[in-house]
């Protein structure tokens, strides 16, 4: 049903806004680009916004110059992807509520006013849209492969999550018989990163530390500020840092400002650090969580560590 009346609300609205989270991942740029370029496609005025702009990592996905930081336009239909609550949206909204919120988040708000399309066992909101769109009368050219494929090997970390299956392959071959090349797409997404991203990296790295199955390291203003890195995310280190052998969940502190903190933790297969993040008014997958938390940051370590450390002795108490 959701089908019919997602394309029902597409046909009918002239000028369409589509927007994802703060600080988007290739997951959010791809799904935004995608269902953007293909609207553009069939005759609507689209608006793309993402509040933080596109990292470096995906500036060379073709129209991703569309994306503004803000809505210029009264929109008719507002479209939000790959977001779990409105507040991640950075206040774009202006407001006014979202109609139509696709997903994949196991912690999704289901915040559409119209329709919530949430798919919790898909790898990628990516990989929703891939499948979702040609029933919407949408056509899959090959810059919207590009960016679709883009966010799902991104959000996969190419192919290697644990909500990998044998249909989201699937999907993908499908978008590479669209024309995506999935060698330059995986190279650009996972591989190749700016001298600055990995400089980065090693202001958290001198930091690291292990403590009975948990590894967490941070990421100060002054790090970024010395690494010479302009986002505000954390150039993927955590992917670093879910590499770690023996590991059972690895946190990262990543300061936004003064008395703002993100958190990100990676957990492996089994665990579930969703419904810390979720606690503290995140959101995320399983294995994959995040929250923005006030307070300085050896306060929010500490608070953090503690929590996780009690849900990994609750874990190892049951076993």
């Not at 903190?261 to 993040?277: D, E, F």
Request: with cysteine.
């Amino acid at each position: 049903m959701n089908d019919r009346e997602i394309k029902e609300l597409l046909n009918n609205a002239p000028v369409i806004g589509i927007t994802s989270h703060i600080r988007p991942d290739g997951d959010a740029i791809g799904a935004v680009l995608g269902l953007g370029l293909a609207l553009q496609a069939a005759g609507k005025t689209v608006e793309m916004v993402l509040k933080s702009g596109v990292s470096k990592t995906f500036k060379h996905l073709e129209g991703v110059e569309l994306i503004k930081h803000s809505f210029k336009e009264d929109c008719d239909l507002l479209i939000v992807l790959d977001c779990s609550d409105e507040e991640r949206t950075g206040g774009v909204l202006r407001g006014k509520p979202a109609d139509v919120v696709i997903d994949h988040h196991v912690t999704n708000q289901a915040f559409g006013r119209k329709i919530n399309l949430i798919e919790p066992e898909s790898v990628a909101t990516c990989a929703i849209l891939a499948e979702h769109m040609p029933r919407w009368g949408l056509e899959i050219t090959e810059p919207v492969a590009a960016a679709l494929l883009s966010g799902i090997i991104s959000d996969s970390i190419g192919f290697r999550t644990s909500n990998t299956t044998a249909k989201s392959l699937r999907i993908a071959a499908d978008l590479m018989d669209k024309g995506a090349e999935i060698n330059r797409l995986y190279n650009k997404a996972l591989i190749s990163k700016p001298f600055e991203s990995v400089n980065y990296w090693g202001y958290g790295l001198t930091k690291l530390e292990r403590e009975n199955g948990l590894v967490w390291t941070s990421l100060s203003l002054e790090d970024r500020k010395n690494a010479g890195y302009q986002n505000e995310d954390d150039a993927d280190l955590t992917n670093i840092l879910s590499s770690v052998e023996d590991i059972d969940i690895a946190v990262l502190f990543i300061e936004q400002a003064a008395d703002k903190v993100k958190v990100s933790w990676r957990a492996r297969p089994g665990l579930n650090v969703a419904h810390i993040a979720a606690s503290l008014g995140g959101g995320g997958h399983p294995a994959a969580a995040g929250a923005d938390l006030n307070g300085s940051l050896p306060e929010v370590q500490t608070k953090i560590l503690d929590l996780t450390r009690e849900y990994l002795d609750q874990i190892k108490n049951n076993i």
